[in-house]
């Protein structure tokens, strides 16, 4: 184990208080994985009225210490401006964190995911024009989370047989196995996943079908809980926002 | 190490935030020595709060009865509907004044990570609320971290559907601040919520 790791690069996932006024916070870092540290005094404020707690979607410089597995943080410096995600972006937001909260083992580093991590949050920007995520930037971020643990998608072949996959075929897709003949999706929407070809909103809903199936076999019985409020907040979004009257106090 | 009854005093007192293992010593030690009245004023009034305290049935806060006080205060409007995450934010508005309306403490606040749904924060209580037309408007006073600005859009959201106007309550400059001194994720935020005057 390391005793000490100076000016990681790294995100805030989640953050939990913890004691009177320390926070235990989850972190996605590029060398380092996802580690978990102490957060001391970050919920009180400064003389000046400054907070110090992290924010999530934000990089940070990070300094840290200990050898067990709770880390101590012991230096965050923000390398940009905090992101104040809204709506629709938010909940994308929090759906990217959870992914790697439950998914990443901790102390694993996964480079890769992290400059995917790093690179959809830069399409959000900054301030009140955060744009939210599409649904081809998201079956791409959890395709690259899944090559990275191991668990690709292997779309070239049949599972058992080796076969290469046809156009014209009809699939099944087992997390374990890979694809074996069935009825589920057409070779012809597989191979265009494979190429990353989302343009279509059949290939788009094969995808998600497919990376739902396969992400929940390896969540093991976890649930996503941002997936379902994800859900549940874009089914009464459509609703316009009834002006407010400014009423005087 | 003082006695089974010393001992249990001792563990038990470290239930209170903030208080370790030296702190809840002294504390009984104290209240031993010197404080014996105190002592069982103190038990008894714990007793006597846990029996009788439980959450409001309108607006969840903790109350002694049915309904708490500002519920079951007729001069105070039930058209407005205040969205708080905790008993203590609710009193930290009152204090602040200004405020006449209702009340809705959602005790805690929506975070996916940790398994905290709709459900936990006692929503399907508060769309009914809005279902039942008594509610004009919702004010959003949830805290200014990620996991309350998910809860106000996500109730935001549901009060739409439900015919409802929201608004969220302001962030920015604190009274008497200076912008040099202000942390420059605050003053981003300020600047983005500016107003016209």
């Given at each position: 184990?390391?005793d000490?790791?100076?000016g990681?690069?790294?995100?805030?996932?989640?953050?939990?208080?913890?004691?009177?006024?320390?926070?235990?916070?989850?972190?996605?870092?590029?060398n380092?994985?996802?580690?978990?540290?102490?957060?001391?005094?970050?919920?009180?404020r400064s003389?000046?009225?400054?907070?110090?707690?992290?924010?999530?979607?934000?990089?940070?410089q990070?300094?840290?210490r200990?050898?067990?597995e709770?880390?101590s943080?012991?230096?965050?410096?923000?390398l940009?401006?905090?992101?104040?995600?809204?709506e629709?972006?938010?909940?994308?937001?929090?759906?990217?964190?959870?992914?790697?909260?439950?998914?990443?083992?901790?102390?694993?580093?996964?480079?890769?995911?992290?400059?995917?991590?790093?690179?959809?949050?830069?399409?959000?920007?900054?301030?009140?024009a955060?744009?939210?995520?599409d649904?081809?930037?998201?079956?791409?971020?959890?395709?690259?989370?899944?090559?990275?643990?191991?668990?690709?998608?292997?779309?070239d072949?049949?599972?058992?047989?080796?076969?290469?996959?046809l156009?014209?075929g009809?699939y099944?897709?087992?997390a374990?196995?890979?694809?074996?003949?069935?009825?589920h999706?057409?070779?012809?929407?597989?191979?265009?996943?494979?190429?990353?070809?989302?343009?279509?909103?059949?290939?788009?809903?094969a995808?998600?079908?497919?990376l739902?199936?396969?992400?929940?076999?390896?969540?093991?019985?976890?649930?996503?809980?941002?997936?379902a409020?994800?859900r549940?907040?874009?089914?009464?979004?459509?609703?316009?926002?009834?002006?407010?009257?400014?009423?005087q106090? | 190490?003082?006695?089974p009854?010393?001992?249990?005093?001792?563990?038990?007192?470290?239930?209170?935030?903030?208080i370790?293992?030296?702190?809840?010593?002294?504390?009984?030690?104290?209240?031993?020595?010197?404080n014996?009245?105190?002592?069982a004023?103190?038990?008894?009034?714990?007793?006597?709060?846990?029996?009788?305290?439980?959450?409001?049935?309108?607006?969840?806060?903790?109350?002694?009865?049915?309904r708490?006080?500002?519920?079951?205060?007729?001069?105070?409007?039930?058209?407005?509907?205040?969205?708080?995450e905790?008993?203590?934010?609710?009193?930290?508005?009152?204090?602040?004044?200004g405020y006449?309306?209702?009340?809705?403490?959602?005790?805690?606040?929506?975070?996916?990570?940790?398994?905290?749904?709709?459900e936990?924060?006692?929503?399907?209580?508060?769309?009914?609320?809005?279902?039942s037309g008594?509610?004009?408007?919702?004010?959003?006073?949830?805290?200014?971290?990620?996991e309350?600005?998910?809860?106000?859009?996500?109730?935001?959201?549901r009060?739409?559907?439900?015919?409802?106007?929201?608004?969220?309550?302001?962030?920015?400059?604190?009274?008497g601040?200076?912008?040099?001194?202000?942390?420059?994720?605050?003053?981003?935020?300020?600047m983005?919520s500016?107003?016209?005057?």
């Open positions: 184990m390391v000490r790791v100076e990681e690069a790294g995100y805030l996932l989640h953050s939990r208080p913890y004691r009177e006024s320390s926070q235990l916070v989850d972190l996605f870092t590029l380092h994985g996802r580690v978990r540290a102490v957060a001391k005094a970050t919920r009180q003389k000046r009225g400054a907070s110090s707690a992290l924010l999530p979607f934000c990089c940070y990070l300094s840290w200990g050898r067990g709770l880390k943080l012991v230096r965050a410096e923000a940009e401006p905090g992101r104040f995600l809204r629709q972006a938010l909940f994308s937001g929090l759906y990217l964190n959870e992914l790697i909260f439950r998914l990443v083992h901790e102390h694993d580093p996964h480079p890769q995911l992290y400059s995917c991590y790093q690179q959809l949050l830069g399409q959000f920007g900054y301030g009140a955060a744009q939210p995520l649904e081809a930037q998201l079956r791409q971020f959890e395709m690259v989370l899944l090559d990275e643990l191991g668990y690709g998608l292997v779309l072949c049949e599972g058992v047989s080796g076969k290469p996959l156009a014209a009809r099944d897709y087992r374990d196995t890979g694809a074996v003949p069935g009825r999706f057409s070779g012809e929407q597989l191979l265009a996943i494979a190429a990353g070809e989302l343009q279509q909103p059949q290939v788009r809903a995808a998600k079908q497919l739902r199936t396969v992400i929940d076999f390896h969540l093991d019985g976890k649930t996503l809980h941002s997936r409020l994800y549940h907040y874009l089914d009464s979004d459509t609703a316009q926002p009834i002006p407010f009257a400014q009423r106090p | 190490m003082y006695g009854s010393i001992d249990r005093l001792i563990t038990a007192l470290r239930v209170m935030p903030g370790g293992a030296k702190s809840a010593q002294r504390i009984a030690l104290q209240l031993l020595e010197r014996r009245d105190g002592a004023e103190l038990a008894a009034s714990l007793i006597d709060a846990v029996d009788k305290v439980g959450n409001c049935s309108s607006c969840r806060t903790l109350c002694e009865g049915e708490c006080t500002i519920c079951s205060d007729s001069r105070r409007s039930a058209q407005q509907l205040c969205i708080v905790t008993p203590a934010d609710l009193f930290a508005i009152e204090q602040a004044g006449s309306g209702h009340y809705f403490v959602l005790m805690g606040h929506l975070s996916p990570i940790d398994g905290i749904g709709p936990e924060i006692g929503l399907p209580i508060l769309e009914a609320k809005l279902a008594e509610v004009d408007e919702l004010i959003l006073a949830t805290n200014l971290t990620v309350g600005e998910t809860t106000a859009h996500y109730i935001s959201s009060a739409r559907a439900a015919g409802v106007a929201v608004s969220r309550i302001a962030h920015g400059v604190p009274l601040g200076e912008l040099e001194y202000i942390d420059s994720n605050t003053l981003s935020l300020a983005q500016r107003k016209v005057i």
